[in-house]
C-alpha cells in the first residue's frame, strides 16, 4: 500500500514534530502531547460530522479513555502503557456499542442532546463516586513503555505522536473507503443511501464505535500525560470545546484537526495568560466568524490558495 | 408518609422553578427552530442584574419587600429585552437559514462571549440578594416547613404557564405565531412579517430566562457559571416534555423535579445522575418528547 501525497507529508511532519521536541522548552512539549491527544478526540467529532451528525457529548469517550487509565493503574495494578491506553479503548468500544444501537436512529439536534446527557450521566456518576476523588478526581500511578520508565515528558510526547499518526493515517484511509464515503453521502441525504443498498444504521453505527474508540485513546493519552483526571473530562463545555476545534479544523482533512487543536492550544495559552477574563469571549467572536466566512474550517484555506496557484 | 409529602412539595417546587427556566427556551424554539444553547447565559445576566440592582437597594438603607420586587422584575425584565434584541438583531440575523443544528454550534458561542461578559462587567466576586427570600419568612404543612418565597415561585410559574398559554392561543399575536410554527413559508406568503415575529420571539423567551435568573438571584449566590450549569437542566426539561410545546415543558418540569425530589429524599447519591437518566428514558420510548409533534422525513 503505497503512501498518498498528503500521508508522506503527515508522516515527515510528525518525525520532524518528534525531532524538533529534542530541542525544545518543555511547556511546549507538553502543550503539543496535550493538543495531538485532544486532536483525536477532535477527529472522532469530525467523522460524525461528516455524516452530518454534531455530538455535544464526545467528552464521555474522552473521560472514559482517561478513568481507564487512571483506574487501571491505581486498582488493577496496570503499568504498561499500550496496554492501559487499550483498556479504555476496550471500554469506550463496548460502551458505544450499546449507546450507538440507540443513538443512530436520531439526527441533528436530538443526537446532540442524546450524546450530551449521556456525558452528564457519567459526569453525575463520577462526582458522587467518593472513592474515585469525587469532583477532585485522582492523579495517575507512573506507568512504563514496554518496562521503560519515561523520566521526562518526552515520551509521552513521543507514543503520542506515533499513535496520533497511525490514527491519522488510518482515517485518512478510512474516510476513502466505502463506509467512509457513504458517511457523507448520509449527510448530503440519506434516504437516497438507503435506495443504493446501503444500511445507513450500520454505517452510522460503525462510524459511531469508530468515533468513540479514537475518542478514548484522545483521554488515555491525556491522562497519562497530565498524570490527572477528574470528572470535567465528561463535562458538557469540553465536549462544546472539541465541537469548536472540530469547527475550526472543517471536515476536509484529517491534518486540518491536528493543525485546528494546535492553534487552539496555543491561542488559549496566551489568551489565558494575557486576558484571562475574556478568552472564552475571544473563542466565541472567532467561532462565529468561522461560521459565517469559513464555513468548511481552516482547511478551506489551504484548499482555495492552492486552487489558486494551479 | 412524610417522606412522600417532602417529596411531593420539593418536587413541585422545583418543578416550578425547571419551568421558569424551561419555558423560555422551549417558546424560542417552537417559533424560531433554534435551540437556544444562550439561554443559561440570558438566565445568569437576570440574576446578576437583580442581586447587583436589589443588593444596591438595601445598602442604601431600603427595606419596603415590594419595591424590592418590583426593582427585582424591573431589572429582569429590561435587561432580558435589551439582550435579547440585540443577540436577534445583532448575530441570529446574520445566520437565519442554516441548519437547526449549525444554529446550536451559534449560540453556543454566543454563551461563550456572555459568559464573559458578565465577568467583565460583574467580575468574579459571588453577589448576594438574601434579604427579599428571607423577608418571606416560613409556612409550616404539619410538621414541614416550606419558605414563603418558594411558594411564590410556584405561584409565579403557574401564572407564567398560564400567560404564555393565553397568549399563544387566545390572542391575535399567538394564533400569528402559531401559523408559523405549522408552516413558515405559507405564513409568509399571506403577509405575516416572519423576521418581526422572529424578534418578538426571541425577546419574550431571553426576558424569560432572564426574569427566571432575577426571581432565582434571591435563593442562590450569583457567582460566574451558573448559568453553564443551568442551561443542561433546562434542556433535559424541554427535551423530555417535547421541544417547542408549553404543555410539555410544564410536563417536564414536573417529572424531572418529582424525579429529582424522590432521589433527593430516598437515595442522594444519584441526584445528577437520575435527572438525565429520565430525559434519556423518555427519549428511547419516544424520541420527540412527551408532547413533541414527529416531523415528515425529507427526501
Keep these: ?310 | 408518609m412524610l417522606t412522600v409529602w417532602a417529596i411531593l412539595i420539593d418536587g413541585f417546587i422545583y418543578a416550578s422553578w425547571l419551568f421558569l427556566v424551561a419555558a423560555g427556551l422551549t417558546v424560542i424554539y417552537g417559533v424560531m427552530r433554534i435551540l437556544n444553547m444562550a439561554h443559561g447565559s440570558l438566565y445568569a445576566l437576570g440574576a446578576y442584574a437583580a442581586a447587583s440592582a436589589i443588593g444596591w437597594y438595601y445598602a442604601g438603607g431600603g427595606s419596603q419587600l415590594w419595591l424590592a420586587f418590583a426593582i427585582l422584575a424591573g431589572c429582569a425584565l429590561a435587561i432580558g429585552a435589551l439582550s435579547g434584541l440585540l443577540i436577534e438583531r445583532g448575530i441570529l440575523r446574520l445566520m437565519y437559514g442554516r441548519d437547526e443544528i449549525l444554529m446550536l454550534i451559534v449560540t453556543f458561542a454566543i454563551l461563550l462571549i456572555l459568559e464573559d461578559a458578565m465577568k467583565l462587567l460583574w467580575g468574579t466576586t459571588p453577589y448576594y440578594a438574601w434579604q427579599p427570600y428571607a423577608a418571606m419568612g416560613r409556612v409550616d404543612i404539619d410538621v414541614l416547613t416550606v419558605s414563603g418565597y418558594d411558594i411564590m415561585v410556584l405561584c409565579l410559574s403557574i401564572a407564567i404557564g398560564l400567560g404564555l398559554w393565553f397568549w399563544l392561543e387566545r390572542t391575535n399575536l399567538g394564533k400569528i405565531l402559531r401559523s408559523i410554527i405549522h408552516d413558515r413559508e405559507v405564513s409568509e406568503a399571506m403577509g405575516v412579517n416572519v423576521r418581526r415575529m422572529f424578534t418578538i420571539t426571541f425577546m419574550v423567551g431571553a426576558t424569560l430566562g432572564a426574569v427566571a435568573g432575577g426571581i432565582t438571584a434571591p435563593i442562590i449566590s450569583v457567582v460566574p457559571g451558573i448559568g453553564i450549569e443551568v442551561i443542561v437542566l433546562a434542556f433535559a426539561v424541554v427535551v423530555t416534555g417535547g421541544l417547542g410545546s408549553i404543555t410539555g415543558a410544564a410536563a417536564g418540569a414536573i417529572i424531572v423535579g418529582l424525579a429529582r425530589a424522590t432521589s433527593i429524599h430516598t437515595m442522594p447519591q444519584f441526584e445528577l445522575f437520575i435527572i438525565y437518566a429520565v430525559m434519556a428514558a423518555v427519549l428511547i420510548f419516544r424520541p420527540n418528547g412527551l408532547f413533541g409533534q414527529a416531523t415528515a422525513r425529507k427526501i
Design chain 1, 1 to 310: 500500500m503505497p503512501l498518498q501525497k498528503s500521508e508522506t507529508l503527515m508522516v515527515a511532519a510528525a518525525v520532524a514534530i518528534g525531532l524538533a521536541g529534542l530541542m525544545s522548552p518543555s511547556w511546549l512539549i507538553f502543550l503539543t502531547t496535550l493538543a495531538v491527544a485532544k486532536a483525536l478526540v477532535v477527529l472522532g467529532v469530525v467523522m460524525l460530522m461528516r455524516s452530518g451528525l454534531v455530538s455535544f457529548g464526545q467528552g464521555l469517550f474522552f473521560c472514559i479513555g482517561g478513568y481507564a487509565v487512571g483506574m487501571g493503574g491505581r486498582f488493577w495494578g496496570i503499568q504498561d502503557a499500550l496496554v492501559l491506553i487499550l483498556t479504555g479503548v476496550v471500554a469506550s468500544t463496548a460502551i458505544a456499542m450499546i449507546l450507538g444501537l440507540l443513538l443512530t436512529r436520531y439526527r441533528e439536534i436530538f443526537f446532540a442532546m442524546l450524546t450530551m446527557a449521556f456525558s452528564m450521566i457519567l459526569f453525575g456518576v463520577l462526582v458522587k463516586s467518593h472513592n474515585l476523588g469525587s469532583t477532585d478526581g485522582f492523579s495517575v500511578m507512573e506507568w512504563s513503555l514496554f518496562g521503560w520508565i519515561p523520566q521526562s515528558g518526552m515520551g509521552v510526547f513521543w507514543l503520542t505522536l506515533a499513535i496520533g499518526l497511525l490514527i491519522a493515517l488510518f482515517l485518512n484511509r478510512f474516510f476513502q473507503s466505502s463506509i467512509g464515503l457513504a458517511c457523507e453521502a448520509i449527510r448530503e441525504n440519506e434516504v437516497r443511501v438507503e435506495y443504493m443498498g446501503i444500511s445507513r444504521r450500520q454505517v452510522l453505527y460503525i462510524n459511531y464505535v469508530l468515533a468513540a474508540a479514537i475518542g478514548a485513546m484522545g483521554g488515555s493519552l491525556t491522562a497519562l500525560a497530565a498524570g490527572h483526571v477528574d470528572p470535567e473530562m465528561a463535562y458538557w463545555t469540553i465536549s462544546g470545546e472539541f465541537v469548536f476545534i472540530a469547527l475550526l479544523g472543517g471536515t476536509g482533512h484529517v491534518a486540518a484537526a491536528f493543525i485546528a487543536s494546535m492553534i487552539f492550544a496555543l491561542v488559549r495559552t496566551y489568551a489565558v495568560e494575557f486576558l484571562p477574563n475574556s478568552w472564552q469571549m475571544i473563542l466565541g467572536i472567532v467561532l462565529l466568524l468561522i461560521i459565517l466566512f469559513l464555513p468548511k474550517g481552516i482547511w478551506s484555506l489551504f484548499r482555495r490558495s492552492r486552487r489558486a496557484t494551479t
